[in-house]
């Protein structure tokens, strides 16, 4: 099992850094790379074509504002992209986020939340529990402990405002 991550800038480092945690705390092998769509086209082409034909099977790509990597991304693979919209700018991510949106028909780019790479962690983990079934029984598993936590919160409010 194994996931690329994507930054475009090593600034975009600490936003990223979770996914990366996550996807190796369920037992994924992860590739990440630090490779700009406009100062390292050659190298991230390069890498794209690895990814093609090293059994990658998700591809997170984080950027900001003009936020051109996803789409980059995708136009050289069809494997799932995930991209992760970052703030910094002026726009504060909604530049990135409706760049990465926006995609042509036909290169799709799945889109989460400006700062999310947690959930693109999450649903590359979820494209992978399509075809490996410890990764579900994992996720399965991850959900329950986040049911029963809270749960357990919404009992202990219960309690204090007895």
Do not use: W
Not at 45 to 56: Q, T, V
């Amino acid at each position: 099992m194994r996931v690329a991550v994507i930054m475009g800038s090593t600034s975009d480092l600490k936003k990223v850094e979770p996914a990366v945690d996550i996807l190796k705390d369920f037992g994924v092998n992860v590739d990440v790379r630090c490779l700009s769509a406009h100062r390292a086209h050659v190298e991230l082409s390069e890498f794209i074509d690895e990814c093609n034909h090293n059994g990658c099977e998700a591809i997170i790509a984080a950027a900001g504002m003009a936020a051109a990597l996803p789409g980059v991304v995708a136009s050289q693979t069809v494997i799932p992209v995930i991209g992760v919209p970052l703030s910094g700018a002026v726009l504060d991510g909604i530049d990135a986020l409706m760049s990465i949106v926006q995609m042509p028909s036909g290169i799709p780019v799945a889109t989460v939340a400006i700062n999310g790479a947690k959930n693109a962690a999450y649903l590359a983990l979820q494209i992978l529990g399509t075809s490996h079934h410890e990764i579900k029984e994992q996720l399965l598993a991850h959900r329950q402990k986040m049911h029963d936590d809270a749960r357990k919160t919404n009992e202990e409010i219960i309690e204090k405002f007895k």
